[in-house]
């Protein structure tokens, strides 16, 4: 557990209900987009801001085997999708699973008291597991509110005119519609507010369906302010909302495919790099930067199909501050941008062409390092080989040239 936040936020997500209302079918581990609805409602908060700790909750069980099974039930759900499963293994952001309690409000106050030994006072996120259709927007506009007032929340204007009803079914107040919000999640909070209104709430004998009520029960704690909420932002809740799982992946998912190429004369004195692996050769690529013509195939693939450019308008060859720039370091900038824009990995597929040396020894190597770079399962990318026969520039062993091929899904 990490006693220093560096007041980086915290997210936490509940996930921890029966599904009862559809049928008992866990919604959260229901597969969807790059995973699961639990990976896609997580992914898009480590997309858009610097978390310290992602904190899940999973439901609880009488006994041991059943909080074993739980948890395992967990973190197949959310590391299904590639790019957390990746920052998991490499990244410092701390995934943590905590068993859930009875209640939603029970969950949230597991989670919280599992961080307690934070030791400053960060924002933390409070958003559902099974609300996948998070958008970025409106993580910033809560996080900026938050960090402003104190406590923030998304919440969109009802259509309808709503009313007070009595216990007979009359009205008995009539309500300004202007005044209303219907309150969405992610909420975030200060932590220490946040955990001291938990453990008011936990004396007062009450259930409390959101934290935004939670939260009020400390009088000195700041109002909470409402953002803009979206439409798009729903909770999966009853069977009739898989539909909504379905129509998103219709209509929502663009697809574009992306070459690369890039070829390099060999010479002496300069190491011979393909993918950030150093290959043993007496010949290496000539060129501006470490001339790593793999990467730079990649690169340009990438940005074809992205639509964001090619690699020599971001880095120019005749600006000097590239000169034996990092490729690797090229490429990592060139993803996060293109990550920016929503785009996400289906597969790249390469092919270097090289007289000698082999190639096949390396691959495995060169596969994990292009995976590395990507944050993505090595499943997705493969580089494979040829020779020139002998032929030509690449035949007579004075020049490697590589093509790489992408498609990429947002």
């Not at 693939?301 to 000169?323: C, H, M, R, T, V």
């Not at 929503?342 to 020894?361: A, H, M, Q, T, Y």
Request: proline content about 5%; some cysteine.
């Amino acid at each position: 557990m990490k006693t220093n936040c560096g007041q980086k936020p915290v997210l936490v997500i509940v996930a921890a209900g029966s599904s009862s209302r559809m049928g008992g079918q866990k919604k959260e581990y229901m597969p969807f987009s790059n995973g699961t609805v639990l990976s896609s409602s997580v992914r898009v908060f480590l997309e858009t801001l610097d978390f310290s700790t992602v904190a899940v909750t999973y439901p609880k069980s009488q006994n041991l085997h059943g909080r074993q099974s739980e948890l395992e039930k967990s973190k197949k759900a959310l590391f299904a999708d590639p790019f957390i499963k990746s920052l998991y293994e490499t990244s410092s952001v701390d995934f943590m699973f905590i068993e859930g309690g009875k209640s939603r409000q029970e969950s949230v106050f597991n989670a919280l008291s599992a961080l307690h030994e934070i030791k400053c006072n960060p924002i933390v996120f409070i958003h559902d597991g099974a609300r996948p259709f998070i958008e970025k927007q409106t993580i910033l506009s809560v996080f900026k509110n938050a960090e402003k007032f104190g406590a923030s929340c998304p919440g969109i204007s009802p259509v309808d005119t709503q009313k007070i009803i009595d216990e007979d079914g009359f009205i008995h107040h009539h309500l300004v519609r202007a005044q209303i919000s219907a309150i969405q999640t992610p909420q975030a909070f200060y932590f220490d507010g946040l955990f001291k209104s938990h453990l008011a709430a936990r004396n007062s004998n009450r259930e409390y369906t959101d934290d935004t009520e939670i939260w009020n029960l400390i009088p000195e704690n700041p109002k909470v302010k409402v953002t803009a909420g979206s439409e798009k932002n729903k909770k999966i809740t009853f069977p009739q909302d898989l539909n909504l799982l379905e129509t998103n992946i219709r209509t929502q998912k663009m697809i574009r495919t992306g070459i690369g190429y890039d070829k390099h004369p060999l010479v002496k004195g300069r190491p011979l790099l393909l993918g950030g692996i150093a290959l043993e050769s007496d010949f290496g690529e000539d060129g501006h930067s470490d001339g790593d013509v793999l990467l730079h195939a990649i690169s340009d693939a990438l940005l074809g199909a992205s639509g964001l450019g090619d690699i020599g308008s971001f880095f120019p060859p005749e600006d000097p501050q590239w000169k034996n720039a990092d490729s690797k370091k090229l490429l990592t900038e060139i993803w996060s941008k293109i990550k920016n824009e929503g785009w996400n990995l289906s597969n790249l597929d390469c092919v270097v062409i090289l007289e000698k040396p082999k190639f096949l020894p390396y691959r495995e190597q060169v596969i994990n390092s292009i995976a590395e770079i990507l944050h993505t399962d090595k499943d997705r990318v493969f580089v494979k080989a040829k020779t020139g026969e002998k032929m030509g520039d690449v035949g007579k062993g004075l020049a490697v040239e590589v093509f790489a091929s992408c498609l990429l899904e947002k």
